[in-house]
Nanobody, 128 residues
Framework: EVQLVESGGGLVQPGGSLTLSCAASGFTFEVYAIGWFRQVPGKERQRVACINNGDGSSYYLDSDSVKDRFTIYSDNAEKMTYLQMNNVKPEDTGVYYC???????????????????WGQGTQVTVSS
């Protein structure tokens, strides 16, 4: 069964850190890209970061704030992708989903519509 399972969300204070995990199963991890998406009520899922598991290249939301604070990385042997979130801000609050897309035809600017496999999401709340 093709599956992604997120974990690691929770309540964190502004300025704190959090690491989200995405466990993959049922597909060849190295021929997929993994993206982390954030969704807030009333808005579409927004790509925060993505990684090409074939060559390890990573990409971030076109925002200096995210690029300086978040890090996406994968452990191909364990079929895991992580999102390290540092110095979190209230605007980071949302449900975070990981998703997979085949690398054939994939590009780092692809929207959530073009990802094939989705996890169930994990809530991140940044609040004091």
């Amino acid at each position: 069964e093709v599956q992604l399972v997120e974990s690691g969300g929770g309540l964190v204070q502004p300025g704190g850190s959090l690491t989200l995990s995405c466990a993959a199963s049922g597909f060849t991890f190295e021929v997929y890209a993994i993206g982390w998406f954030r969704q807030v009520p009333g808005k579409e899922r927004q790509r925060v970061a993505c990684i090409n598991n074939g060559d390890g290249s990573s990409y971030y939301l076109d925002s200096d704030s995210v690029k300086d604070r978040f890090t996406i990385y994968s452990d191909n042997a364990e079929k895991m992708t992580y999102l390290q979130m540092n110095n979190v801000k209230p605007e980071d609050t949302g449900v975070y989903y990981c998703a997979a897309a085949r690398l054939v035809g994939w590009g780092p600017t692809m929207t959530f519509h073009e990802y094939d496999v989705w996890g169930q999401g994990t809530q991140v709340t940044v609040s004091s």
